[in-house]
């Protein structure tokens, strides 16, 4: 088992001729994901890697029965186009765009809402249920089949987390990146409700950042839903406040959304966090030797 | 992006929210000329991006021309949190009978704009909302209605608890609401939003901050723009797709990605370092991006050792390499350097920089407590 993506995920790619769409259709494609289609308007007919170009999400779903989005669409006309996945009945739409305005988040927001779409990211790396299928931007070689539930905030530190975990024998069932920004698509809680009714999973790693409250209310409700144990790193314990830390989410703001204020929470949640990457898998053999107690 | 409060004002003006009328001095001989003009008690406010400054000293009444002179003397030049004032704001002051706090933000938690408003105006907001929260009232927008006539009032009457004065400040408001939408706005405040003896309600403080993501589409508001030095350098920086911020630290740092960028900077301080700055290179591995980022952190002469912290996902080790050899050989740095090169190409990105004699390491840690060690010598 595994959350969001699975074998039966069907995946259109928007914006699969560009470079980076291009590309990666190449990774997602080799790693065994399931990709029926791509969207470029004006260029129905043609083909990026042997998979048929639609001029519209709704051409795509038609032809193919897509269920999944991946957008790799100009951060300009990110919200739009995940709007257009959201009309024409994509159930799940990962946007990779980096730099959306905040104001066109907050004017789709309702809309997915009422179309009942999930979305993850923009400015995310996706995610990998590793063996079954890999939506976005994550080195593949890097993860393993398992049993440990991943969610973080940033991109390369979820890689330098993951690829410990690997090290240390600690599979994954799924691992998603959900993104940078201020306001976003599903989070911690969201993806931890999951993880929590995933029979497969046994435990979840929680890679946080400075900025917003996000780590404290993902405490408070681990502390009262999760049975399975969680660990946690929070990056930015030496950031100055004021200053945004490359993500426009990872700012300190009057004070507020600092990392001790988030390591305190999970600490009272019972939840360890790490000190450094490099102490997450012991950390997590201890929680998991404790259970079997 | 953050403007003045005379900038925030000229805001308010173009959408018709009332503020008293102010003039921009650099100098005392303007701020006389100022107080001249108004003819009538004024405030002289430093103009300076940051908070605090009535608590600085930077903000005080005058009652006539000298005193205004005065306070110009005072306040021009004199630094506030790190900057100096070089200009301040000369206004009419207006005759206060009540304070209160109204403004918008984005809320990340109902992922909307919201309304904060406050009986407890003049003072900090997070103040209050860390000793009473009970006493701002939260207000999420419905971004497909936007803020309705009804909604204003109501909060307005909330607040004054008089019809006629809660009508004044609903419709300031409704043009708040629509200034920070129609900018790309991420906080616009007014604080104090007042009520005065006669009756008017006015606009006295005023603070913007803006969406950088958003810029592109906001040519008006970039051209408000003034970048202090450290600013312009982390400009210069993002337009060659680095993001830098300079901090006090000794250990410069270039990495792949935000996040493990922030982590690199706390495990050097775990290990008993300081960090000199977050640099982030991003995704793609274009070598001159390494070198563009070597050239910043030798730029910066409190940089006693560099460490250099790669896990390559799309971004590829050996094309680090090669931008960091071409770097060294038009740099020539004493400056030890560490690398640790992981992921995508790792082995042949190390195999190239074998030639160099550059120390290299396998983990974060092991190069962080390296990179504390050399940064030590001499």
Redesign the interface.
């Known amino acids: 088992m595994s959350i969001l993506v699975n074998k039966d995920t069907k995946l259109i790619v928007q914006g699969i001729t560009g470079r980076d769409g291009k590309f990666h259709t190449g990774l997602m494609s080799k790693y065994g994901t399931n990709i029926v289609g791509g969207v470029s308007p004006g260029k129905e007919g043609e083909t990026v890697e042997g998979i048929p170009v639609f001029n519209s999400v709704e051409n795509a779903v038609k032809a193919t029965g897509a269920n999944t989005s991946i957008i790799f669409v100009p951060a300009a006309y990110a919200a739009d186009a995940i709007l257009e996945a959201s009309e024409a009945g994509i159930q799940l739409v990962v946007a990779i765009s980096e730099g959306v305005p905040v104001q066109d988040m907050i004017r789709i927001t309702p809309i997915l809402k009422q179309n009942g779409t999930l979305l993850i990211g923009p400015n995310c790396p996706g995610l990998i249920t590793p063996g079954q299928s890999l939506v976005g931007i994550l080195p593949a070689m890097i993860f393993k089949e398992g049993n440990i539930g991943f969610i973080s905030r940033s991109g390369t530190l979820t890689y330098e987390v993951v690829n410990l975990l690997t090290l240390n024998d600690f599979g994954q069932t799924t691992c998603v990146g959900i993104g940078g920004d201020p306001v976003a698509g599903l989070y911690f809680i969201d993806l931890l409700e999951r993880f929590e009714n995933d029979p497969d999973t046994i435990a979840v790693v929680l890679i946080g950042e400075i900025g917003g409250d996000a780590e404290e209310q993902t405490a408070q409700f681990i502390h009262e839903k999760m049975t399975k144990p969680v660990v946690a790193f929070i990056a930015g314990q030496t950031a100055p406040p004021g200053k945004r830390m490359g993500h426009a989410g990872a700012i300190i703001s009057s004070g507020s959304g600092t990392a001790e204020e988030k390591i305190a929470a999970f600490n009272r949640a019972g939840v360890p966090v790490a000190k450094e990457p490099a102490e997450i898998p012991e950390l997590l053999r201890k929680k998991l030797a404790g259970l079997k107690k | 992006m953050k403007i003045h409060e005379y900038q925030a004002r000229q805001i308010f003006r173009n959408y018709g929210i009332p503020v008293p009328d102010g003039i921009l001095c650099y100098t005392v001989r303007e701020v006389e000329n100022a107080a001249r003009e108004l003819n009538c008690m004024t405030v002289v406010k430093a103009q300076v991006l940051t908070g605090g400054r009535g608590k600085s000293g930077g903000v005080k009444l005058a009652r006539n021309v000298e005193e205004a002179v005065t306070a110009g003397k005072q306040i021009l030049g004199m630094d506030i949190k790190g900057f100096t004032v070089e200009k301040v704001l000369v206004t009419k002051a207006a005759d206060i009978e009540k304070e209160f706090y109204v403004g918008f933000t984005?809320d990340?938690?109902t992922?909307?704009?919201t309304l904060m408003a406050s009986a407890e105006g003049g003072v900090?907001i997070?103040e209050v909302a860390k000793t009473n929260p009970e006493k701002i009232i939260k207000y999420p927008i419905?971004?497909?209605t936007g803020l309705l006539d009804f909604q204003a009032r109501n909060i307005a009457m909330q607040l004054f608890g008089n019809i006629s004065h809660a009508q004044k400040a609903a419709a300031i408001l409704t043009k708040l609401y629509k200034l920070y939408?129609e900018t790309?706005a991420?906080l616009a405040e007014i604080n104090p939003l007042i009520l005065t003896t006669d009756n008017e309600v006015l606009a006295i403080d005023g603070k913007m901050t803006f969406?950088?993501?958003?810029l592109?589409?906001q040519p008006k508001i970039l051209a408000m723009r003034e970048p202090d030095a450290e600013e312009l350098q982390e400009i210069a920086a993002n337009e060659k797709g680095l993001?830098y911020?300079k901090?006090d630290g000794n250990i410069g740092c270039m990495?792949?990605?935000?996040?493990?960028?922030?982590?690199t900077?706390?495990?050097?301080?775990?290990y008993g370092g300081s960090?000199a700055n977050?640099l982030?290179i991003g995704?793609s591995s274009n070598p001159q991006k390494v070198i563009d980022a070597m050239n910043i952190l030798l730029g910066d002469k409190n940089v006693k050792a560099v460490m250099i912290n790669i896990?390559?996902?799309?971004?590829r080790c050996d094309d680090v390499a090669k931008g960091l050899i071409k770097a060294l050989e038009v740099l020539m740095t004493e400056i030890p350097i560490v690398v640790r090169l992981?992921?995508?190409n790792a082995a042949e990105g190390l195999a190239l920089l074998k030639e160099t004699g550059l120390p290299t390491v396998s983990?974060?840690?092991e190069a962080a407590q390296k990179a504390i060690e050399l940064s030590k010598h001499k």
């Open positions: 984005n990340r938690n992922k909307s704009v900090e997070e419905n971004p497909l939408i790309d991420t969406d950088d993501n958003a592109y589409r993001s911020i901090l990495v792949n990605g935000a996040g493990l960028a922030m982590a900077m706390d495990m050097i301080k775990l960090p977050f982030d995704g896990f390559g996902g799309i971004t992981s992921g995508t983990s974060m840690s």
